[in-house]
């Protein structure tokens, strides 16, 4: 067994098509640039259709977001808009779910996701503060993480890896 080289890797992805799955992440008022550029590689890596960007979210171009996006500033589709609510609003014109990823009292685990065919808004919060109140209550839910150890904390870019792994096997049912 050998490790591939990044060229090889990306030779082969290059001849994929791009088959996107209907899951949108909206990031709401993240202050890390460093979050942001980790869900432009995982919305890249899964194939998502699109990342919105809200509030004080910072957006491309910005150094420390692209040297961790490593360029899928440029293969990921991405919009920012005035406001979490606008961006609601939105998904809800398209006919699309909206989750909140937050542990809220009547969060549902990851594993009960829905997949509706529409698609689905996954809508990750501030580091500290998490997804706004007034965001939360224009959702159709909440999804929470389940977490075993003692401090039920995970970094925001992290619980997104995990969320939008799950929502890639379940609708390319892998």
């Known amino acids: 067994m050998r490790k591939r080289l990044t060229d090889e890797i990306h030779a082969e992805r290059v001849a994929l098509?791009?088959?996107r799955i209907p899951v949108v992440v909206?990031?709401?008022n993240l202050r890390s640039a460093h979050n942001v550029g980790s869900f432009f590689r995982s919305a890249d890596a899964f194939g998502l259709s699109e990342l919105w960007l809200s509030g004080y979210t910072c957006r491309p171009p910005h150094l420390q977001l692209d040297?961790?996006?490593l360029g899928s500033t440029e293969t990921?589709?991405?919009?920012?808009?005035?406001?979490?609510v606008e961006?609601?609003?939105a998904a809800r014109a398209a006919g699309m779910a909206v989750y909140?990823?937050?542990q809220a009292d009547s969060s549902i685990s990851l594993a009960e996701m829905p997949c509706p065919e529409a698609g689905i808004v996954l809508i990750f919060g501030n580091e500290v503060t998490g997804v706004e109140p007034e965001t939360l209550a224009l959702c159709d839910g909440a999804i929470e993480v389940p977490q075993y150890g003692l401090k039920h904390?995970?970094?925001?870019?992290?619980?997104g890896g995990a969320?939008?792994?799950?929502?890639c096997r379940r609708y390319r049912k892998l």
């Not at 990921?76 to 979490?84: D, F, H, M, N, Q």
């Not at 904390?153 to 619980?159: F, G, Q, W």
């Not at 969320?163 to 929502?167: C, D, M, P, Q």
Request: charged share 20%; glycine share 2%; with cysteine.
């Open 17 to 19: 098509p791009t088959d």
């Open 26 to 28: 909206l990031l709401e």
């Open 67 to 69: 040297k961790v996006a």
């Open 76 to 84: 990921v589709p991405w919009r920012g808009l005035e406001s979490a």
């Open 87 to 89: 961006a609601v609003a």
């Open 100 to 102: 909140a990823v937050e």
């Open 153 to 159: 904390s995970l970094n925001v870019s992290v619980c």
């Open 163 to 167: 969320v939008l792994w799950e929502a």
